[in-house]
């Protein structure tokens, strides 16, 4: 049983929460979800709110609903409910940002592990990694090292890797890395993702076009400014739906592009879903992904449906910052966090 905590612990906790709430309450009447979102985001990187949060006793139940569990054996038990749901899996190790060079190893050697073990136990799944979690962002060349260390494994298995895309300042690098891996260290089981959000996204996408890509197309998930973002949701919605029909295009396809269209928006949904039927293109050149927790019921309706449908599953102990993006994705996650913390 969970011992008694002190009554000043529990009150300075609830007065804590309750002002986080008007605070909420104040953002949302005067500027609704973009100041919410914005706040959320910067949250999301800021230590002192990572130190605050992971200490709330609460935190872990409700991260639950986002993240499968702490260590490959969860992760593994909820890749195989997925797979008889009849949907494919995407496997993420949290983390990212490293500090240290130590940091980035463990993280390189839990993906081969994981890899080892996704092999054994028949599961599928692929994986996908931060670049800065393998340290890129303090050492260029040992985030590229471990990376080609973690395709070479995936190869052995015919397994694939997917470099998540971060955010902005790492979108040059990360691509300049898919490069390298795949033209000049010669792995084709890399593929990259692109964010409609961001403006230069179309030139990139013509580019991986031409390359024949395997390419994950998202909304965009970090704070950006509106020099290098559309600021407003509509634009990224327009975009997102011209860059998933550059990348389902017949010359995508005859160029060996295999797109993952990876959203919960119905109406990009339903977007890839009639421009697949017009261009009469097969069920299995291109599959929906989703996150882990998420819509559950749309991705098994997609997969009802006939479609291909890949979770993307997080598990580890370093779910802060992708907990916090999930909240600002859609900020009525964060009653369901803050209800949960005055029903204990
Ligand atoms: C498989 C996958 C991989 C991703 N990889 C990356 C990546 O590498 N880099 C990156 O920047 N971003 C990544 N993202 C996140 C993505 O960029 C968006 O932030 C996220 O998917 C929300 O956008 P949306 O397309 O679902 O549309 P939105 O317009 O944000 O949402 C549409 C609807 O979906 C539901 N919904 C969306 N998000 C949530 C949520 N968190 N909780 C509950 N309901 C929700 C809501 O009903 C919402 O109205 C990934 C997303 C997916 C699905």
């Known amino acids: 049983m969970r011992p008694d905590r002190p009554l000043l612990y529990r009150v300075a906790g609830k007065a804590i929460f309750l002002l986080a709430f008007t605070l909420f309450l104040i953002l949302f009447y005067y500027n ?33 609903r986002f993240v499968a ?34 940091e980035a190893f463990i993280a390189r050697d839990e993906i081969l592990r994981l890899l080892d073990r996704i092999y054994q136990s028949g599961v599928q799944a692929n994986v996908s990694v931060k670049l800065s979690q393998l340290g890129i962002k ?79 197309l998202c909304k965009g998930a970090y704070a950006e400014p509106p020099e290098l973002a559309f600021p407003v949701k509509a634009d990224t919605d327009a975009n997102y739906v011209k860059l998933m029909e550059m990348l389902l295009s017949q ?45 559950p019921e749309m991705q098994q309706a997609l997969v009802a449906e006939g479609y291909r449908v890949r979770v993307y599953v997080p598990y580890g102990t370093a779910w802060y910052p992708y907990f916090m993006r999930r909240l600002a994705e859609r900020p009525a996650n964060l009653w369901f966090f803050i209800s949960n913390f005055l029903r204990r």
């Open 251 to 295: 010359t995508a396809r005859q160029n060996g592009v295999y797109l993952g269209v990876a959203t919960h928006d119905e109406k990009m949904i339903a977007a890839a879903k009639a421009y697949s039927q017009q261009e009469q293109i097969p069920l299995d050149q291109f599959e929906f992904q989703m996150l882990y927790g998420i819509r």
């Open 32 to 64: 609704g979800e973009i100041w919410l979102r914005a706040v959320l985001l910067y949250l999301s990187a800021a230590a002192w709110a990572r130190t605050l949060v992971t200490q709330l006793p609460l935190a872990r139940s409700v991260v639950r």
């Open 138 to 216: 303090i050492d260029p060349d040992l985030a590229r090292e471990s990376v080609r260390q973690i395709l070479s494994r995936a190869q052995q298995y015919e397994n694939r890797i997917r470099l998540d895309m971060e955010e902005s300042a790492l979108v040059d690098s990360t691509l300049g890395l898919y490069r390298w891996l795949r033209d000049e260290a010669g792995f084709h089981n890399v593929g990259v993702v692109i964010q409609a959000y961001l403006y230069r996204s179309e030139a990139d996408v013509r580019r991986l076009v031409e390359e024949g890509a395997w390419v994950r």
């Open 69 to 102: 569990g702490e260590s490959i054996d969860e992760a593994l038990s909820a890749s195989q409910v997925l797979n008889q749901q009849g949907m494919l899996v995407t496997l993420d190790y949290l983390g990212e940002s490293v500090n240290n060079r130590d």
